[in-house]
Every structure is written in structure tokens, then in C-alpha cells.
């Protein structure tokens, strides 16, 4: 069965870093994209970037560009999501999904579980 | 690309037909667009990829259609699990997601 694993739950103060993970298990993960998608609390899913585990070829939505680090470990088959400095309004869940592109199509699935990320003093 | 749905909100009741718009600002390959379904506390599910094919598992009373900028999801007999968001994607540079329509019992 292909899965998408993410870590657990995060609590943090602002201004302290974070590093979030989706581990993929049923598949080759070197070969398939894994994006994040942010889901603010009551909002919709933004996509936040993409990365390619076999040779980390990464690419991020202008509106998250500067502000998070995306990354993979293709020997342990996660993929992570990276904060430096926490603000209040990266409280969310964050889900990590797997490209589909077989020929002209393009498509998400599976999704992880997501990771609920607060951020408050 | 911005994609806009409609409606919002949507309120009918089992048995009904649920037909939810995704319009999107420029033209998108039908081969890029693709439906999710959320429910409360989950991570969204595949329901509908290249615009009009269902994913693995997906029952036939969903369905997808469309093109150029207008794109349709249709529910021929809503069953009590269809409650629930209903995301449009397209898969053009950035990727973007509709903003959501609520499907909710009438």
C-alpha cells in the first residue's frame, strides 16, 4: 500500500525554528514529486512547493518563496518541511502529497495525514 | 491561474443532484485539472483527475467534465458520506487550488 506518513503534532513559540516530515513507504519515492499544502485554520489548501526526491530539484509557490526550506533524505524516504523562525501565522496543517504524472496528467495521491502546526507564545 | 468556485455553500438533500463549478481566470489543460473531497478532520481525497476520469475507488455517482476555463463536478445521488469540500486543482505553474464549496445537508 503507497502511504504518506507525517510526523505528529508541533507546538512552538514564535521565533523558534521547526523541521516537519512525510515519510513515503509502498513506492519509489525517488521517482515521484512529494509537495506541501498549507491549511490554515476554517481556510482552503495552498500549495506551498514541490520536490523532486532523487535529485532534490526543488521548486516554491512565489507566495512561500524565502519563507520555509523544503528538502528530502531519498536513503530514509521522507521528505521535510522547514521553518527557521516560527510566526504566529504559520499555525496550520501542513500535508505533504505525491505527484501522479503519468503522461500529460498530473494529479495528487496519496495525501498524508497532515501535521497540525501552532505557533503561539 | 485563479480558480473561483461556485457556490460557496451548497444545500441539498440525499438523493438530490450536486452540480459545483470551478472557473479558472486563463485557459488550463484538461489534463491539469483535478477534484478533491475533504471532510472534517481529514486530509483531502482524490476523487477526479484530468478533469473527467474517477480515481481508483471513487464511485460512479461522481463525475467531472469541462474544459478551457469551466470545469464541473457533478454528484448524480447524494449519500449521506458526499457531505462534505469539495476542492478544484490545477496543475499549471504555481499550482492552485479553488478556494472550496461546502456541500451541506438541506
Known amino acids: 500500500e503507497v502511504q504518506l506518513v507525517q510526523s505528529g503534532a508541533e507546538v512552538k513559540k514564535p521565533g523558534e525554528s521547526l523541521k516537519i516530515s512525510c515519510k513515503g513507504s509502498?513506492?519509489?519515492?525517488?521517482?515521484?514529486?512529494i509537495a506541501w499544502v498549507r491549511q490554515m485554520p476554517g481556510k482552503g489548501l495552498e500549495w506551498m512547493g514541490i520536490i523532486y526526491p532523487g535529485d532534490s530539484d526543488t521548486r516554491y509557490s512565489p507566495s512561500f518563496q524565502g519563507q520555509v526550506t523544503i528538502s528530502a533524505d531519498k536513503s530514509i524516504s521522507t521528505a521535510y518541511l522547514q521553518w527557521s523562525s516560527l510566526k504566529a501565522s504559520d499555525t496550520a496543517i501542513y500535508y505533504c502529497?505525491?505527484?501522479?504524472?503519468?503522461?500529460?496528467?498530473?494529479?495528487?495521491?496519496?495525501w498524508g495525514q497532515g501535521t497540525l502546526v501552532t505557533v503561539s507564545s | 491561474i485563479v480558480l473561483t468556485q461556485s457556490p460557496g455553500t451548497l444545500s441539498l438533500s440525499p438523493g438530490e443532484r450536486a452540480t459545483l463549478s470551478c472557473r479558472a481566470s486563463q485557459s488550463v489543460s484538461s489534463s491539469y485539472v483535478a477534484w478533491y473531497q475533504q471532510k472534517p478532520g481529514q486530509a483531502p481525497r482524490l476523487l477526479i483527475y484530468?478533469?473527467?476520469n474517477r480515481a481508483t475507488g471513487i464511485s460512479d455517482r461522481f463525475s467531472g467534465s469541462g474544459s478551457a476555463t469551466d470545469f464541473t463536478l457533478t454528484i448524480s445521488r447524494l449519500e449521506p458520506e458526499d457531505f462534505a469540500v469539495y476542492y478544484c486543482?490545477?496543475?499549471?505553474?504555481?499550482?492552485?487550488f479553488g478556494q472550496g464549496t461546502k456541500l451541506e445537508i438541506k
Open positions: 509502498g513506492y519509489s519515492f525517488t521517482n515521484y514529486w
Open positions: 484530468g478533469a473527467s
Open positions: 486543482h490545477q496543475y499549471g505553474s504555481p499550482y492552485t
Open positions: 502529497a505525491r505527484l501522479i504524472s503519468p503522461s500529460d496528467i498530473r494529479y495528487f495521491d496519496p
